[in-house]
């Protein structure tokens, strides 16, 4: 099993929608989460970290379910500026950060 | 006034050739690191460099190798160059372990 897996998607969704992307990792003793969108040709930008009682920002929800091992990311409202790569990253230990292979969202008029 | 910087942005290059990559943050941070995202887009990290010392080292060919010389720059060589060298190569750093990365433009590596 991967330390951290993504759907790699595409995800085509129109304007205006819901979408949402899970991400289950392996290390239980995993202590942080984040999200981060990458455009093409482009560094990985921190979207949000994840903490345990969930947490938003504007349109972007993102939740940990420990027990599940699997965090999520949830976008309202969709934009075609939102169309990126969606990567997650877990902490598996102190300076160890794992990355999921990124979903890719695709925003259309 | 840019928080994460690399040099070069790209490198083209051939084979068994030298090359190093430079980074620096002036975010004040106490962690760097480097990434290489090679075709697939998969990230994967190479080294961790805390308070200048080295914290992970993965399964990376020894022909890699970091060098800091202070807590702002984390310098990337690269010997003996080889075609599966080729990805971007991205520098990040973060305030302290475990917590939020930030990563520099990338430098495109190219081995012909």
């Known amino acids: 099993r991967k330390e951290v897996e993504q759907d790699p998607g595409p995800f085509n969704v129109p304007e205006g929608a819901t979408v949402a992307f899970n991400c289950t990792y392996s290390?239980?003793?995993?202590?942080?989460f984040f999200w981060y969108r990458q455009d093409c040709r482009k560094e990985p930008k921190l979207l949000m970290s994840?903490?345990?009682s969930g947490n938003e920002d504007g349109r972007f929800t993102a939740q940990l379910n420990r027990a599940s091992q699997y965090i999520s990311l949830l976008i309202r409202d969709s934009k075609l500026s939102d169309s990126a790569t969606y990567l997650c990253?877990?902490?598996?230990?102190?300076?160890?950060?794992?990355f999921g292979a990124g979903t890719r969202l695709t925003v259309k008029p | 006034d840019t928080a994460v910087s690399q040099t070069p942005k790209y490198l083209v290059t051939q084979m068994g050739n030298d090359k190093s990559i430079k980074c620096e943050q002036n975010l004040g941070h106490d962690t760097m690191y480097w990434y290489k995202q090679d075709s697939k887009k998969f990230l994967k990290i190479m080294f961790s460099?805390?308070?200048?010392?080295?914290?992970i080292n993965e399964t990376v060919p020894n022909r890699f190798s970091p060098k800091s010389p202070d807590k702002a720059h984390l310098n990337l060589h690269i010997n003996s160059l080889e075609l599966g060298d080729s990805a971007v190569y991205f520098c990040a750093s973060s305030q302290s372990p475990g917590g939020p990365e930030f990563f520099g433009p990338g430098t495109r590596l190219t081995v012909l």
């Open positions: 994840v903490y345990s």
């Open positions: 460099y805390n308070n200048k010392e080295l914290i």
């Open positions: 990253a877990v902490n598996i230990r102190n300076n160890d950060m794992r």
């Open positions: 290390n239980s003793a995993s202590q942080s």
